[in-house]
T-cell receptor, first 116, second 111 residues
Framework: DTGVSQDPRHKITKRGQNVTFRCDPI?????LYWYRQTLGQGPEFLTY????????KSRLLSDRFSAERPKGSFSTLEIQRTEQGDSAMYLC??????????????FGEGSRLTVL | KQEVTQIPAALSVPEGENLVLNCSFT??????LQWFRQDPGKGLTSLLL?????REQTSGRLNASLDKSSGRSTLYIAASQPGDSATYLC??????????FGAGTTVTVRA
């Protein structure tokens, strides 16, 4: 399968624990994005990378969140000291080039986080 | 701040009926508008993309229109089938790196 893959698909954790999600984009895509989606809402932009550089971060991304994309390939999203409000689906997407010119965005299946 | 609204939130129709899904947005400064489909517990699949200079796009039974000046888009699905049951999300592209999504319309097509 050459689509965007995310791991794990589901994660249940206790409040205060750290969690890490991994995203493997489509191999030739230079841009990688993270979104968060809560139940009944549309996805909200968190951050994006062009190659290995993190170029934009939403105000939703508090200092407990950190994202990396070493070597411009896969990306990780770590949440430290999880809170119940962090419970959501974390979606990764990738594209070849920017979105303004109609670059298609390919989403992964998401990583669902439940914080107890 | 760009606000994207989708009405209705949910829709149930008998098989064969045409579907009309509405999307409105508050800021007309967008590069393009996209419609996505999301099945329960899954990621998003792109259906149609309309550039800001275009008025409509068609793909098979799907047709999307865009009126940028009034901040509206409509997705038409002809001759609906049970397999069309899903949540349909509208997203505008206000920045080269970002999409702003509506909350979606959940469609149920009854056999």
């Amino acid at each position: 399968d050459t689509g965007v893959s995310q791991d794990p698909r589901h994660k249940i954790t206790k409040r205060g624990q750290n969690v890490t999600f991994r995203c493997d984009p489509i191999s030739e895509h230079n841009r990688l994005y993270w979104y968060r989606q809560t139940l009944g809402q549309g996805p909200e932009f968190l951050t994006y990378f062009q190659n290995e550089a993190q170029l934009e971060k939403s105000r939703l991304l508090s200092d407990r969140f950190s994202a990396e994309r070493p070597k411009g390939s896969f990306s990780t999203l770590e949440i430290q000291r999880t809170e119940q409000g962090d419970s959501a689906m974390y979606l990764c997407a990738s594209s070849f080039g920017g979105l303004a010119g109609g670059g298609e965005l390919f989403f992964g299946e998401g990583s669902r986080l439940t914080v107890l | 701040k760009q606000e994207v609204t989708q009405i209705p939130a949910a829709l149930s129709v008998p098989e064969g009926e045409n579907l009309v899904l509405n999307c409105s947005f508050t800021d007309s400064a967008i590069y393009n508008l996209q419609w996505f489909r999301q099945d329960p517990g899954k990621g998003l699949t792109s259906l149609l993309l309309i550039q800001s200079s275009q008025r409509e796009q068609t793909s098979g039974r799907l047709n999307a229109s865009l009126d940028k000046s009034s901040g509206r888009s409509t997705l038409y699905i002809a001759a609906s089938q049970p397999g069309d049951s899903a949540t349909y999300l509208c997203a505008v592209c206000p920045r080269d790196y970002k999409l702003s999504f509506g909350a979606g319309t959940t469609v149920t097509v009854r056999a």
